[in-house]
């Protein structure tokens, strides 16, 4: 009878010992093996993340940086204001022109507030644009050139208006005429 007490009390104490202590250590464990699992997956997802940003980068330096160039002027990732008008003076400067009283806006937003350049919003457009007036004086003719330049430029402009008005003045025997420009120009967002 002693024996078999000592069996009973033997097998409850290892059920006790393995429900209490053994069975959550062994579940503890499970959970640790199966973290370490997503993270060992996450590590080789980065690991093919980062080769993958390796080709990207070196695809992308095999391009032309003239090219890469032409195309961050074709639709530019930021505002550069300056940068604009500086070009338009350029194009302007090669007929005999100058860009005078430059005005530089955003579009109106629906609600009649002006929209502030650069800022992040909901709407699903993956662009934005601006609008610049200035005043310009020339020839007709040098004036048809200019817009020729613009139009052929790199840089995507829209003629939003115009207004011409003659003045008195010449240059070599032709009337001088007075060009209010308006141009709306895009980049992305």
Known sequence: MGRTIIAVVGFVLAGAIFFLYTKPTYDGVQG??????????????????QQ????LLARYNAFDPAQV?????LLPDH???VRLILDLDNIAGRHG???????????????GRETAVGTISASKQK???????????????SFQEF???????????????????????????????????????????
Request: no cysteine; charged share 25%; hydrophobic share 35%.
């Open 32 to 49: 640790t093996r199966n973290q370490i699992a997503q993270y060992d997956a996450a590590l080789q997802k980065a690991a093919e993340l």
């Open 52 to 55: 993958l940003k390796q080709s």
């Open 69 to 73: 160039d032409r195309l961050q002027k």
């Open 147 to 189: 817009l020729n330049d613009l139009e052929t430029s790199l840089r995507i402009v829209d003629l939003a208006s115009l207004k011409v008005a003659r003045s008195d003045a010449t240059r070599a025997g032709e009337p001088l005429y007075s060009f209010d420009i308006t141009l709306r120009t895009y980049w992305l967002k």
């Open 79 to 81: 505002v550069d204001n």
């Open 127 to 141: 662009y934005d644009s601006l609008t610049m007036k200035f005043t310009t004086q020339g020839t007709y003719q």
């Open 97 to 111: 022109m100058a860009i005078q009283n430059v005005v530089v806006s955003t579009p109106q937003r629906s609600d």
